[in-house]
């Protein structure tokens, strides 16, 4: 009988020893929370978000096509790159896997390309026409710089951005992710049998 009750209060202490430890995390990522918070206040939201009506604009293509907002119809896909950023380097594969998977026209995807030699410079590093060559293959490519016409419409506040064209030149869906242009799967109510 004794062990029994040792055994009982050993397990009472390692309970409270346990939620003493569960308070003391919870404690902490409350403070955690906090200090990210006052961290990001300074911070604008990003940007275009849903609903953001894009500004008239008007540039080119590679092909010296011109591309302007009325031509960024319901379902287009605009992708804004630059040169010289990680995560826009790291997004681009999967940004053209994506696309061609998707099996659309070129002529409906744009893809934005900011770099900084852009477009006073007479020839252009390798590394972009290495990022051109990846994007001509699934959009039509526009090269400008970091804040071209393009970027200035659209009101980007970082790199990489990907935008989902709606309806009357807003945007329905944007974000830093492929995720975030995916089309939301819409539930269809069971009907009444």
Avoid: N, W
């Avoid at 911070?43 to 009506?53: A, E, F, N, S, Y």
């Amino acid at each position: 009988m004794a062990y029994l009750s040792a055994a009982v209060a050993l397990v009472g202490v390692l309970c409270l020893l346990d939620l003493l430890l569960t308070a003391g995390v919870i404690r902490r990522l409350r403070q955690h929370t906090q200090l990210l918070d006052a961290q990001m206040a300074g911070r604008p939201p990003l940007r275009p978000g849903p609903g953001h009506q894009v500004d008239d604009f008007a540039a080119a293509d590679l092909a010296r096509r011109p591309v302007e907002r009325d031509q960024l119809t319901a379902g287009t896909l605009v992708g804004f790159f630059t040169t010289d950023c990680a995560p826009c380097k790291e997004l681009l594969p999967r940004f053209v896997d994506h696309v061609a998977g998707l099996g659309v026209d070129p002529d409906d995807v744009v893809a934005v390309l900011a770099a900084p030699t852009a477009p006073t410079a007479p020839t252009t590093p390798a590394a972009d026409e290495a990022m051109i060559a990846q994007l001509s293959s699934v959009a039509r490519v526009v090269v400008q710089a970091p804040d071209g016409p393009m970027v200035r419409a659209f009101d980007l506040s970082g790199f990489p951005t990907l935008v989902r064209m709606g309806p009357d030149g807003t945007v329905e869906a944007a974000g830093a992710s492929l995720d975030a242009i995916r089309p939301r799967p819409t539930l269809v109510p069971a009907s009444a049998s």
